[in-house]
């Protein structure tokens, strides 16, 4: 069965600093991939996804992933953190093929972001 | 109103009541979906509905009963709950097709804050 794995439950980085929040997934086919973001009392916003074509997917609030196949990985990056970017982030795979489209999240990871 | 909504935002229950989630997305999507978010663990799809049949039911106890009466509103029935299923719980749609292949963005609500005492 496929699944999805973030390393680090918490991450907290300074206000400027890289912000690097990992996932790895388990398919050998590789599947669609999304990042999450959930700010505290709200749903989830889609940040970006990848389907096909270029690896960089660039998405909302200056955030991009790159998707590596050899590493089976898709992690999320911002070069310069904001404190309005804390939040829980959650990367989710859905399997290709047919109409499915039901996603698997991984176990989140929080940013806090340091003044 | 935008987007999905959902009702009501917390809801505090006796394991004997009964009572009802409601979910209403104003997108004209053709999918509804139900998310159980517990801390610490990830979220849970609880059930799809794909125009308004549903498609999924990842084992989810009989307490549970949803209801898609159309494409637009989505129920969750809760009766005789357990304190553990104390959590967020989550609607999301998308629209759904065959081009799309799975690639279909979900668009959430702001979830029901459920305690079972």
């Known amino acids: 069965a496929q699944s999805v794995t973030q390393l680090g439950s918490h991450v907290s980085v300074s206000e400027g600093a890289l912000v690097l929040l990992r996932c790895n997934y388990s398919?050998?086919?590789?599947?669609?991939l999304f990042w999450y973001v959930q700010y505290p009392n709200q749903g989830l916003q889609l940040l970006l996804k990848y389907t096909t074509g270029a690896t960089l997917v660039k998405g909302i609030n200056g955030f991009e992933a790159e998707f590596k196949k050899s590493e089976t990985s898709f992690h999320l990056t911002k070069p310069s953190a904001h404190m309005s970017d804390a939040a829980e982030y959650f990367c989710a795979v859905s399997d290709r093929g047919g109409s499915q489209g039901n996603l698997i999240f991984g176990k989140g990871t929080k940013l806090s972001v340091k003044p | 109103e935008t987007g999905v909504t959902q009702t009501p935002r917390h809801l505090v229950m006796g394991m004997t009541n009964k009572k009802s989630l409601k979910c209403e997305q104003h997108?004209?999507?053709?999918?509804m979906y139900w998310y159980k978010q517990s801390a610490k663990k990830p979220l849970e799809l609880m059930f799809v509905?794909?125009?308004?049949?549903?498609?999924e039911n990842n084992s989810v106890p009989s307490r549970f009963s949803p209801e898609c009466p159309n494409s637009s509103h989505l129920f969750l029935h809760l009766h005789t709950l357990q304190p553990e299923d104390s959590a967020l719980y989550l609607c999301?749609?998308?629209?759904?097709?065959?081009?799309?292949?799975?690639?279909?963005?979900?668009?959430f609500g702001p979830g029901t804050r459920l305690t079972v005492l």
């Open positions: 509905y794909n125009f308004k049949e549903q498609t």
């Open positions: 398919s050998s086919v590789p599947p669609y």
């Open positions: 997108l004209g999507h053709n999918a």
């Open positions: 999301a749609s998308s629209q759904r097709s065959v081009a799309s292949g799975g690639a279909d963005t979900q668009y």
